[in-house]
């Protein structure tokens, strides 16, 4: 018995240490109709690699996944963002009164 025909591409949606995150993960994805499967974990070997992988088998299915596993309380990764434009206005202030100050010594 195969599994049918894959539409899509399979992904790595997540990546964990938490083997019963990924247990529970697994569920909810396959509970929503999401062909899913893991791999990794732990070997009971030491210094064995914990990292579990969380495959789905139709990239299709990817933004619902993401939704499931945030859901689940999965980490996001957040871009790196500058700081607010105020910390930069505050800095160019601190600047030109430095520059003012050394300009009156010089004098």
């Known amino acids: 018995m ?10 790595l949606i997540y990546e964990t240490d938490d083997s019963s995150f990924a247990d529970s993960a697994i ?13 990794g974990g732990s ?19 990817s933004q619902r996944a993401n939704e499931i ?4 309380g ?3 990764d957040r871009p790196d963002r ?3 434009k105020w910390v930069f206005a505050v800095l160019a202030v601190v600047v030109v009164l430095l520059a003012l100050w050394i300009a009156s010594l010089e004098k």
């Open 2 to 11: 195969g599994r049918g025909i894959v539409r899509g591409t399979t992904v």
């Open 27 to 39: 569920e909810a994805l396959e509970q929503a109709g999401i062909d899913c499967y893991r791999t």
């Open 43 to 61: 070997l009971n070997v030491p210094y064995s690699d914990s990292t579990v992988c969380i495959h789905i088998r139709d990239a299709a299915d």
């Open 69 to 72: 596993l945030i859901k689940l």
């Open 74 to 76: 999965a980490v996001t």
């Open 82 to 84: 500058l700081p607010p």
